[in-house]
């Protein structure tokens, strides 16, 4: 906003500067309002350069909780993957096979509870590990944001710093 408020302001010294131009008695209040007006693209620049950044600064944290997700990401992985390993090795015996050896019902009953559990905390895992990924896309996408914004911010800074020159 004060952004939009600095353009505006140049906009009406340009209107000034032009009709200065045309009145040769007048250099002394066209030099001040090209000095203003200097002024003003200078403290946009310096706007800009404020929010580049602010830009930068949420990025680098944005990187830092990426970091972050995929090293927890590759934990949650290499946990399940040991999880696999252990039910592969541990025998070939299904779910069925387990509660059919069950000697009485209340036996029946633990190894059902027991196995259900287990069915449950593999598929926390798996939706822990899914959610992980999805937070990683979307801070992912957030920083090309930022980067987009920061390109149009620097294209700015150049545009203003061209004006100062000429």
Do not use: P, W
């Not at 353009?7 to 009406?12: G, I, R, V």
């Not at 934990?75 to 096979?97: E, G, P, T, W």
């Amino acid at each position: 906003s004060e952004i939009s408020k600095i353009q505006n302001e140049q906009k009406q010294l340009q209107s000034q500067i032009s009709s200065l131009k045309n009145d040769k008695a007048k250099q002394q209040e066209l030099k001040t309002a090209l000095e203003t007006q200097m002024a003003l693209a200078q403290k946009e620049i310096d706007l800009c350069n404020q929010e580049i950044s602010s830009i930068n600064r949420k990025i680098a944290a944005n990187k830092a909780e990426i970091d972050n997700k995929n090293a927890e990401i590759e934990a949650d992985k290499l946990a399940f993957k040991k999880r696999l390993r252990a039910i592969y090795m541990s025998s070939s015996d299904n779910s069925v096979q387990i509660l059919m050896g069950a000697d009485d019902f209340s036996q029946f009953l633990q190894l059902s509870q027991l196995t259900a559990s287990v069915s449950a905390h593999d598929k926390l895992m798996i939706e822990k590990i899914v959610e992980a990924v999805e937070a990683l896309e979307a801070k992912q996408a957030e920083n090309n944001k930022f980067k987009k914004k920061k390109k149009s911010v620097k294209a700015t800074i150049t545009a203003k710093q061209n004006d100062l020159k000429s």
